[in-house]
């Protein structure tokens, strides 16, 4: 008999307070399957503190130790469950499984609000939404002259309930709990050609900033704020390494690395999009900030990796992914500041989950407004990025033409992103 879905995903508490849930996905394997459930964890907010993967090539066997990445944060176990089983290829008999959810055909949702400007809101609406699930697809804020703020988000309901009339009031109601007597008025729609419209009509980046933004290597000299400052020096330790000769099947691949939020996910990424399959692998902690990882790995046809030029660019790859796995930059906008943060996507065209929300929060504590934000795509020598981009107010903290200043910002939305 197959397997019933409680045995496919399996999520446990620690035995003690404190101590990491522990997730097992029990299911028949698929390339690019843990890049999938690193997203997923990610999506959640929770964090990876070590782990085990094995698979024979047709059944896949995962063990994840998990801790939210802060301790507020409220996690909805069982819909973590929901979403991995989701992304489980079924197992025979398939009856028993959900049938997997594609998030590219589920509908896109125009949230449309106005509300009084203040500190914070724009972070505030990104948590609700997250907390409800719902992923943001595309954003245009814009802050009018009279002191009001007109936000369109574009959204896709994880739990595929928003055509319904219960899901949409209660997103309208946890804005209203949460903006109070500021929101003027909320409204919630299937986004049709509005969406159409704003992925064709995203503004363009000029061209110095689209060269510093998504160039492959990054120079030591900044010259509009990208640099990495003091943690710079600690990233560049990463190690990359094959080595052919303990396996007659597989190639492995060690890595040393800088502990940091979605480094899994980053690297896992970067094997899916080229079709490398892991056979075994096992990640832990060296010490507190630093991570080792061992995979077999192999190519989807089974053969190993033994082009010493493949095998070199495997590994600069993924240094670069280590080093810079999202780019964070201050450009002049005419007469305006802006805050770019870029990440590549996948090459099924996934983004990378609670960017916006991380971008948010770091300006939120700064005590810095967003005038302006909106979020599209860039194509970059055939790699398509994903790009944020925040118009910054200017205050009597933070005079942004001020490079210092402007250093302190990116370093705060960059430690923020990478979870120090």
Same mark, same amino acid.
């Given at each position: ?12 508490? %620690? ?11 029990? =299911? ?22 070590? %782990? ?35 992304? =489980?290829?079924?197992? /025979? ?13 589920? @509908? ?36 009018? @002259? ?25 997103? =309208? ?32 980046? *000029? ?10 290597? &990054?120079?030591?000299?900044? *010259? ?21 000769? &303990?396996? *007659? ?47 077999? /790995?192999?190519?989807?046809? %089974?053969?190993?990796?033994?082009? @010493? ?19 964070? &930059? /201050? ?8 805050? &770019? ?80």
């Amino acid at each position: 008999m197959g397997m019933t879905s409680d045995d496919a995903v399996l999520i446990e508490k %620690g035995k003690k307070a404190g101590e990491p849930y522990v997730v097992t996905v029990n =299911c028949p394997d698929k390339t690019g399957l843990g890049c999938d459930i690193c997203h997923t964890i990610l999506e959640f907010g929770l964090y990876i503190t070590r %782990g085990d993967v094995s698979t024979d090539g047709i059944w896949c066997y995962v063990v994840l130790w998990v801790i939210p990445r802060l301790s507020s944060r409220v996690v909805r176990w069982m819909n973590l469950k929901d979403r991995l089983l989701s992304i =489980c290829p079924p197992s /025979i008999p398939s009856f028993y499984l959900p049938s997997p959810r594609p998030s590219s055909s589920s @509908p896109v949702y125009l949230l449309k609000f106005c509300s009084l400007d203040r500190k914070g809101l724009l972070h505030d609406v990104t948590q609700v939404l997250d907390e409800l699930e719902h992923t943001i697809q595309r954003v245009k804020v814009t802050t009018t @002259p009279d002191g009001c703020v007109l936000d369109l988000f574009f959204i896709k309901d994880n739990l595929e309930l928003l055509h319904t009339k219960e899901r949409q009031d209660e997103t =309208c109601e946890q804005l209203y709990n949460v903006l109070g007597d500021s929101i003027i008025s909320c409204e919630l729609k299937i986004a049709g050609v509005q969406y159409d419209n704003l992925q064709h009509n995203s503004s363009s980046l *000029p061209q110095l900033v689209a060269e510093e933004l998504f160039r492959f290597t &990054l120079s030591d000299k900044e *010259p509009l704020s990208q640099a990495l400052s003091r943690d710079v020096s600690e990233l560049k330790r990463a190690t990359v390494k094959t080595d052919n000769s &303990l396996s *007659p099947l597989h190639t492995l691949l060690q890595i040393n690395c800088v502990d940091q939020k979605g480094f899994l996910y980053d690297i896992m990424r970067t094997l899916k999009d080229y079709n490398i399959q892991i056979a075994y692998g096992r990640f832990l902690p060296v010490n507190k900030d630093r991570r080792e990882l061992d995979l077999f /790995i192999q190519y989807k046809d %089974g053969k190993k990796i033994v082009d @010493p030029e493949k095998q070199d660019a495997l590994c600069s790859l993924l240094k670069m992914e280590l080093l810079h796995p999202l780019r964070v &930059l /201050i450009a002049n906008r005419g007469p305006d500041t802006e805050l &770019l943060v870029a990440n590549p996507t996948e090459l099924s065209g996934r983004g990378r989950p609670r960017v916006f929300y991380d971008v948010t929060f770091a300006l939120k504590n700064l005590g810095i407004c967003i005038f302006l934000a909106e979020i599209g795509r860039h194509t970059s020598e055939e790699r398509e990025w994903e790009v944020y981009r925040f118009l910054l107010e200017e205050n009597r903290n933070f005079q942004l033409s001020n490079i210092v200043v402007r250093n302190q910002i990116v370093d705060k939305v960059r430690r923020t992103l990478m979870g120090w």
